[in-house]
């Protein structure tokens, strides 16, 4: 599995949910770009324009309630972040995450000990978070093998062509 090293935290709090994530009103485009443009603007103007590719989403509790839409994992793929890592997710983004192959973590601590702006290292192969500004670490439990294999090909779709031989 690919490891993601030293990008910067955007740090929610619990409950945000898939409005505030891609906000309806962009609901009508399948583009990740546009989707990207648009990614968490209603709790945070300036996302789409500050994230940088390989940054973290830190969150409380619930992340993803609301809706079921994929759009909400796709935008915030889509916007170059490598992973969410939540003290809990809702069960559906949950899922829609993993079928899009977004890194999603659940990790009951660093949202309580972690700023915005903070530096992360993230080793997805030994279940480590490295908070690079605090020093402090945190563990998490890897993903299964075939989940690994499924994030790495980019999701279920490229997962599932890539095991039929499809191009």
């Not at 309806?24 to 996302?47: G, K, V, W």
């Amino acid at each position: 599995m690919r490891n993601f090293s030293n990008g910067s935290v955007f740090l929610y709090k619990d409950d945000v949910d898939t409005d505030v994530i891609i906000p309806a009103r962009y609901l009508n485009t399948q583009s990740p770009e546009e989707l990207a443009s648009h990614c968490m603007e209603d709790i945070d103007i300036n996302f789409a324009h500050d994230v940088k590719e390989g940054d973290f989403i830190v969150a409380g509790e619930n992340f993803g309630c609301g809706s079921s839409r994929e759009h909400a994992p796709l935008a915030i793929k889509a916007s170059g972040v490598r992973a969410v890592i939540a003290k809990s997710f809702a069960r559906i983004f949950y899922r829609n995450a993993i079928n899009i192959g977004l890194v999603i973590i659940e990790n009951d601590k660093l949202s309580d000990e972690t700023n915005k702006g903070d530096k992360l290292d993230l080793d997805l192969d030994k279940g480590i978070i490295k908070n690079l500004t605090t020093g402090r670490e945190y563990t998490f439990a890897p993903y299964p093998k075939e989940i690994q294999e499924l994030v790495k090909a980019g999701g279920l779709v490229n997962y599932t062509k890539a095991k039929m031989g499809v191009k």
